[in-house]
């Protein structure tokens, strides 16, 4: 497993040498090293080409730029919801360790609480947009029953 990191291993294209070569390598994806010294966060584009090998998960904040602040979460400029929904998109259910960097435990709590309801929050609008779209289209459940 390899995790990217910031100034030349956190994009697909630095990436890509690596685990193309290398298929039954599996990603370990830091959403905050992916804010750092970049244009623009490279989650998105990591997840697209390499979701499906996606086993592990670092969270924390930051302000983009240099700094690997490793704050709470919400206190930097990474959106949480975003990444979350981004996470479950890829199908991913494994485990997020929150890398925050502080002597006050409460600031690591703080985040573990924020990152299981918007979890929570971003699964259930998920199961409910799933039972919406099974509900209207029962013409597609009717043909799966014809052919089998
Ligand atoms: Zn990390």
Redesign the pocket.
Known sequence: MI?NLPDGFNSVAQLRDLLDAVPELGL?L?I??ANLLVDENTTDEILETYGGRLQHV?M?DNKGGSSDLHLPLGAGTIETEYYVRALQDAGFDGTI?L?VFTPDKRYLEYSRDVLRRVWDDCEKIRTAKIQHTEKFEPSSVKTQGAVV
């Open positions: 995790e370990h830091d905050g090293h670092h924390h360790t890398e």
